[in-house]
């Protein structure tokens, strides 16, 4: 296979990118929101039974032994351990999403050095989110508080071939399990595709008729302080369009790898954020 091959290869995979990214809008119908709100049911209901100490806190800790040392030693090393996860329903048969399609993905790091509260005081703080995840943090505000319940917006800034910019506001609630575990569920009740970001012509794209990169996103983040370390779990549930089955072995690996790279650099920001302060204060 020569070069010509690869180019007209790389012009097909463009122009289907392009054929999502920039065609007609995909609207959000109902049963895609129920399926989503089933899938994320049973996802919920295995949650409870880890916070329960039904099994291991922690993602990794449930993992078979080899697979558990290889994780240990990439978190040792400084590395964001990051898996995909499906959740099935009771019969094990997978959740059907019509026209829709859920990315669930699991990732850890460790933070050495760094307390529980610090890690938890640097998650509460939405009004810095745009400087410490810049560039996917355009814009962070604290909307409200209520004790252990926030109300925070972003904007989000996401690229992959084509960019995408998102007005969203969530619901988060800090559940401390004990004196060295937490539970952080975050729910985005508003997500508004921005058309024309940064010029006059700048406006939101009516809820659930945009491009569909992303309609819903559930984030459940888990806490665990052992020793001077604290690890930091993001347990991502998002909801994007579905794909044309035509176009899927093209356009998938662009759509599921916005996620991954997101949360991957979720994670990574965080840890790097507050080891440079804990090196700085020490």
Not at 74 to 81: F, K, P, Q, W, Y
Not at 190 to 201: G, H, L, N, S, Y
């Amino acid at each position: 296979m020569g070069p010509r091959y690869h180019h007209r290869l790389a012009a097909i995979v463009l122009l289907a990118v392009s054929v999502v990214a920039t065609g007609h809008a995909a609207e959000l119908q109902k049963r895609t929101i129920e399926a989503f709100d089933r899938y994320v049911a049973a996802t919920e209901a295995r949650m409870a039974g880890e916070r329960a100490g039904d099994s291991p806190f922690l993602w990794v800790d449930r993992q078979p032994e080899l697979d558990r040392a290889d994780a240990d030693e990439r978190l040792r090393t400084g590395g964001v351990v990051i898996e995909p996860l499906e959740t099935r329903d009771a019969t094990g048969d997978e959740i059907d999403i019509p026209k829709g399609m859920v990315h669930h993905w699991v990732g850890t790091v460790r933070i050495p050095g760094v307390t529980l509260d610090e890690t938890l005081a640097l998650v509460r703080d939405y009004e810095r989110y745009a400087e410490v995840y810049t560039p996917n943090v355009r814009r962070s505000a604290l909307l409200d508080r209520d004790g252990a319940r926030f109300r925070s917006s972003l904007q989000l800034y996401m690229k992959k071939v084509v960019s995408v910019v998102l007005n969203t506001e969530y619901d988060v609630e800090f559940q401390m399990l004990d004196d060295h575990r937490a539970w952080v569920p975050s729910y985005a009740t508003r997500i508004v595709e921005v058309a024309d970001p940064d010029t006059p012509e700048e406006r939101e794209k009516p809820v659930g008729n945009d491009r569909g990169f992303l309609w819903r996103l559930n984030t459940y983040c888990s806490f665990e302080q052992r020793q001077s370390d604290t690890y930091m779990q993001c347990e991502s549930v998002s909801l994007s369009r579905g794909v044309p089955f035509m176009l899927g072995a093209l356009i998938k690996p662009f759509v599921t790898g916005i996620p991954r790279e997101t949360l991957t650099f979720t994670l990574e920001a965080a840890r790097r954020h507050l080891t440079d302060n804990a090196d700085a204060g020490s």
